[in-house]
């Protein structure tokens, strides 16, 4: 069997460990003049980040040795330099922020590292989407906190990829009450984006928590969500990555679908089977459940990685072929995305001029935000009551 590539990432060593150094962290001892190892008090530990009561959110970093501290975050356009202070700490104030969870970075002299006073740390499959996360809490519970109703269960299941010989993962969400009633659920298969893993949209998408108050507040039917490593390929391997989506395909159809019908009670049949993802997944869905509408009624893709060359007409031949055939198929075609995400939203469309022009129904969300998980947040839990109506 082959080298398993679905594996949760380790921090860069390298990064944390230099931001650990300059935050002078750790307790020093050194040896007295009788040999004797005599304690150093370490400095005041350094809050960071400190949320004021009125939302402005302070970022400090003990670094009395370097020249340059600069913050960027989802909540900055552009970014913004840490002032460093006669005990050197740095630290720089903003706000206030909207209520909403955010991810942001130190670049210390050169180096981007997460904040080492923070320990909520967002990680996915490869270095570059490591950063740290803030979240910000509003006057009321938002639409993807944890509140007090029933809640599903999280599932990480181990399964054999025959298709790609290899050990994977997959996360699965199932609503409360699963496991007391019995009942066959549709099934929404739901793919994360690039840099990130099968367990990205329930750390950063709160799709548990999202679906939970939407049961409670009975604007969805209970549903099993589905979410795979949604790389055939290794994620840090550049010149793999064109054979992704093909080699993903053939995981999901001939593996992870199997594996589920196999291991949860499921409906099996395609009008209760939703395809949808963000990002390069939203690539992924419209690829591969526009091609396979024997098995999916419902596709949707949130800032999909579509590709601006993309040859549609090859791409979606069997999609085009027969439109009204297409269009009585699909339950529904969903594609978001947001206005300050200015390249997906061209590829976007670009994709939504070919569908008008082959007469393919679809809904079109444009709204605001960027590439970021604030928006596919929003996105998840507008779409969802739209399933399996």
């Known amino acids: 069997m082959a080298n398993n590539i679905n594996r949760a990432p380790l921090l860069i060593v390298t990064g944390v460990a230099f931001s650990l150094i300059l935050a002078g962290c750790a307790t020093q001892r050194t040896d007295g003049p009788s040999g004797d190892r005599a304690a150093v008090k370490a400095p005041p530990r350094v809050i960071s980040p400190e949320v004021a009561p009125d939302r402005r959110v302070t970022f400090r970093l003990r670094a009395p040795k370097v020249q340059s501290v600069v913050l960027t975050g989802e909540f900055l356009k552009g970014t913004n330099n840490l002032v460093k202070g006669n005990d050197g700490v740095w630290s720089v104030t903003i706000g206030p922020l909207e209520p909403e969870i955010y991810t942001y970075n130190f670049t210390i002299e050169g180096v981007r590292t997460i904040d080492p006073g923070n320990p ?7 270095p570059g989407t490591i950063g740290s996360i803030l979240e910000i809490r509003g006057d009321s519970p938002a639409f993807y906190d944890g509140q007090s109703v029933p809640h599903g269960e999280i599932h990480t299941d181990w399964y054999e990829s025959k298709s790609l010989k290899q050990l994977r993962r997959v996360t699965v969400y199932t609503p409360p009450g699963y496991e007391r009633d019995q ?8 793919l994360h984006g690039a840099n990130a893993d099968e367990t990205a949209w329930t750390r950063l998408g709160h799709v548990n928590l999202i679906l939970d108050n939407l049961l409670a507040a009975q604007k969805i039917k209970p549903f099993i969500v589905v979410m795979p490593f949604g790389y055939g390929v290794d994620p840090n391997k550049s010149d793999e990555q064109k054979q992704n989506t093909a080699r993903f395909s053939r995981d999901l159809i001939e593996d992870v679908i199997p594996f589920v019908e196999f291991h949860y009670h499921t409906e099996t049949n395609r009008d209760q089977r939703a395809l949808m993802g963000l990002s390069m997944g939203g690539g992924e869905a419209l690829s591969i459940g526009l091609n396979h509408l024997e098995l999916f009624s419902y596709v949707g893709a949130f800032s999909a990685g579509i590709g601006g060359s993309t040859n549609f007409v090859n791409t979606y031949a069997s999609l085009i072929a027969h439109p009204e055939t297409a269009n009585s ?7 978001g995305c ?18 008008t022009q082959h007469k393919i129904r679809f809904t079109l969300r444009e709204t605001e935000g960027a590439h970021t998980w604030i928006v596919w947040r929003r996105y998840l839990n507008e779409v ?5 109506q």
């Open 120 to 126: 909520d740390v967002k990680t996915g499959s490869t």
């Open 338 to 355: 947001g206005k300050q995400d200015a390249g997906h939203l061209k590829e976007l469309r670009n994709f939504t001029d070919f569908l």
């Open 183 to 190: 009942s066959h659920l549709p099934v929404l298969y739901l």
């Open 384 to 388: 969802s009551p739209l399933l399996f």
């Open 329 to 335: 198929q699909l339950h529904l075609l969903w594609l």
